[in-house]
C-alpha cells in the first residue's frame, strides 16, 4: 500500500486552553515491534486529552506526545512480529497516545475488530470507556448480576457506558448528574437517576434500597464524596475510584465504616498499564461485550462529532461539561 510521507495531526506547542492546540503537519509514525499502523478515521475526546492539554497528565514513557487515547481506522501497515489483523482490516484502537492524527501506530493487542454495523464514529468511541468500565466496574469492582452499582457522572462517555454494560449483566443502577436533562436521559437507559443539585445523594441511596446500600460505587469526582460513598456501600461492598475531578486529598476522614462493613476501597488507571494488560481486557471485551454491541443491546452515546481542524470547539463543549455522552472528531472518511 503506497502511503504519504506526511500526515497532519494537533500538536500542542505549550501547554494552556483549547486555543493553544494547532494542526500542523509532519511525518507519518513507524510501527515498532508488535504494532499496527492505523489511517485513523475517527477519534474520540477524554478527560485525560484535556488534561495533558493543560500540562497536567504528561505522557507515559514511550508513548506519542500527540493527544488522543481511542481511534478507529483501516489497518495500512504491520510492524515486526505483529499479528492479528491484516492491512485493509476496520479495526478500534486504545491508543497510548497519538490518536489525535491521520496515523497512528498502536501495539495489535490493543485493537479490536470493529462491531458488525457500526460506522467509524461509533467504533471510535468504545476503547476508552469500555476498556475502563471493564477493568473498573467488572475486573475490579466485581459486580455481578443482582447486585446494585451507583454511578457519578451518569451523562459522561464513561458513566453512560457503565450504566448500559451494568443494566445488560443484570444490576440494578443508580446514577448521578446535574440537570433535569441529564437525568432523564439517564432514567431512558433504565437506571435511577439522582439530580445531585438538588438532592442529597446518600438519602436518596438509603431511601431506594431501604437502607441496604450499594454494592459498587464507580466514582470520578474524588474528595467532596468519598465519605458519602462510603456511607452509600453495603456490607462488603467496593468504592472504584478512577478520576478526582474535584481533588484526591481526603481530610478528616473517618474509616472506621471501612472496618465495620468490610468495604474495599480500590481504583485504577488505564494508560498506564502494560500492552499485555490492555491485551487481556481486550480479549475480554471481544468475548463478554462485543456480542453486546453487535446485538444492539448496549451502544456508545454521541452526544457531537466535529471535524479535525475543529478540535478547540471539541475541547470546549467538553469543559463546560453540558454533554451526553461522547464527544469525537472524524479525520477521514
Known sequence: ?????????????????????RLVHGPLPQPGEGEL????????VNRPDIQQRKGLYPPPPG???????????EVVALGPEAS????????????????????VAVQAGQCLPWPNGFSAVQAAALPETYFTVWANVF???H???GERLLVHGGTSGIGTTAIQLAIARGAQVFATAGSAEKCASIEKLGALAIDYKTSDFKAEIATHTGGKGVDVVLDMVGAPYTAANLACLARGGRLVQIAFMQGSKVEKLDLLPVMMKRLTITGSTMRPRTAAEKATIA???QKNVW?????????PLIDATFALEDVAMAHALMERSTHIGKIMLQIAG
Open 1 to 21: 500500500m503506497n502511503l504519504p510521507s506526511i500526515m497532519r495531526y494537533v500538536e500542542v506547542e505549550n501547554p494552556g486552553g483549547p486555543e493553544v492546540m
Open 37 to 44: 499502523l492505523i489511517r485513523v478515521m475517527a477519534a474520540g
Open 63 to 73: 508513548a506519542s506526545p500527540v493527544l488522543g487515547l481511542e481511534v478507529a481506522g
Open 84 to 103: 492479528g489483523f491484516h492491512p485493509g482490516d476496520k479495526i478500534t484502537a486504545l491508543c497510548n497516545g497519538g490518536g489525535y492524527a491521520e496515523y
Open 139 to 141: 475486573d475490579l469492582g
Open 143 to 145: 459486580l455481578k448480576a
Open 283 to 285: 480479549l475480554a471485551l
Open 291 to 299: 456480542p453486546l454491541l453487535e446485538s444492539g443491546t448496549v451502544a
